[in-house]
């Protein structure tokens, strides 16, 4: 695995460097600060994998925009490491709101002709109290902040039941 020191000495290359040797020189860096972003990516994030490539592309050029402001207080890879942990925050926030609106997108949002239905499937399924209000809510549109306020919860604990819930309906059929 590469070490975080190797982008120091290429991003020094680079900057001391001219005309067609600068070339060269920010390619190496590049590619220097794409390791480093992967191995960064595989620390933080090692059940994205797939996401890799993009999310790497995006904190060297995010790093690449930024060089210029870069003041070396600091050693550039500790500049570098900021930014890179930065995008990965950032992408698990962006992901957490995606696999949430996906949840909420799953339920029918009008409850007209629901009742039945839901009901239903509540009582195939052995649903009673918390879990039955819990799937009616849901199903009715509602939010989890206002379904986690209707069921004494947090916002995050409604969703942490729902999802559970939604898997044990899915694995009973």
């Known amino acids: 695995m590469q070490s975080n020191s190797d982008v120091n000495p290429a991003f020094n290359a680079w900057r001391l460097s001219t005309g067609r040797e600068k070339e060269w020189n920010f390619q190496e860096l590049i590619q220097r600060m794409e390791r480093f972003a992967t191995a960064i990516c595989w620390q933080r994030l090692p059940d994205h994998r797939d996401d890799f490539p993009a999310l790497v592309n995006g904190i060297v050029w995010r790093a690449v925009k930024k060089a210029d402001g870069f003041k070396r207080k600091a050693q550039f890879s500790t500049w ?84 559970r819930l939604k898997a044990r309906l899915r694995d009973a059929g």
């Open 80 to 163: 570098f490491y900021r930014i890179a942990v930065n995008e990965c925050n950032k992408y698990l926030r962006n992901f957490k709101e995606r696999y949430e609106t996906s949840l909420e997108e799953e339920m029918p949002t009008t409850p007209q002709g629901l009742d039945a239905r839901i009901d239903l499937i509540a009582l195939l399924n052995g649903l009673e109290g918390e879990e039955h209000m819990l799937f009616r809510l849901v199903a009715e549109g509602e939010d989890f902040q206002t379904i986690g306020e209707r069921l004494g919860l947090s916002r995050n604990a409604a969703l942490v039941r729902w999802t």
